[in-house]
């Protein structure tokens, strides 16, 4: 997967590309980030991207022709991929929406900055506005690496267990269940037995009562709309949960 990020701000993401599990993934090739200065795309002597608002008011405004320009130059006009906006405003990121862009192969996100950026962006370049939470950050460069995280681990190989992306807390519907690794006592903390027991059938089965229950609890928003099997539902009606009328959105 081809990631084009256009930001003000370029060197804030190679301290991480370069660092996790990401930077293992473009040297083996599985994705390509591109990250295009939005300045570099200027005209004038000082490189300016922002300006006052019309009709007054606090705050600067991303110009539009250095945008244009910059994802013009970098894509073609029109941009043969999906041009996605960082920004409050947008559809809030989830793991649904997460698969859904995933099948793209390339994918430009533009990181909003300032106190907001012209309209015409919005309207005549711009095809997705993506938010990753109902809270405002000083700019769209953390939600670009937040969106670009998301889709690198769902492109195959990145993760070293195949299944990885599909374990995930969110991926299935519910919340993952508790993960043990050694010591099997810490300060008197023991690991479940079940989990030493090397019986897989025992052991999918509690996984899967653990992701219900904590589920149930967390967030039963989620448990409402999971894909829930026959055995789920025994089991939720065993430990008293009512799916129809008790489980309530927070
Ligand atoms: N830019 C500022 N806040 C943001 C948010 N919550 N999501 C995406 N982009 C943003």
Known sequence: MQFEIFTILPDVFPPYLDSSILARAIARQLITVNIHDIRGYTTDKHHVCDDTPYGGGGGMVMKPEPVFTAVESVLGNPPPCPVILMTPQGKVLDQTLA??????????????????????????????????????????????????????????????DPDGAMDDSHASGLIEYPHYTKPPEYRGWTVPDVLQSGHHAEINRWRRQQSLLRTLKRRPDMLKKAKLTHEDRIFLKIIGADLENEITDE
């Not at 309207?123 to 937040?146: C, F, K, N, Q, R």
């Open 99 to 160: 698969f859904r862009l995933s099948r793209y192969e390339r994918v430009a996100i533009l990181c909003g900055r300032y106190e907001g950026i012209d309209e015409r962006i919005r309207e005549h370049l711009v095809t997705e506005e993506i938010s990753i939470g109902d809270y405002v950050l000083t700019g769209g460069e953390l939600p670009a690496m937040i969106l670009l995280d998301v889709l690198s681990r769902l492109v195959p190989g990145v993760l070293g």
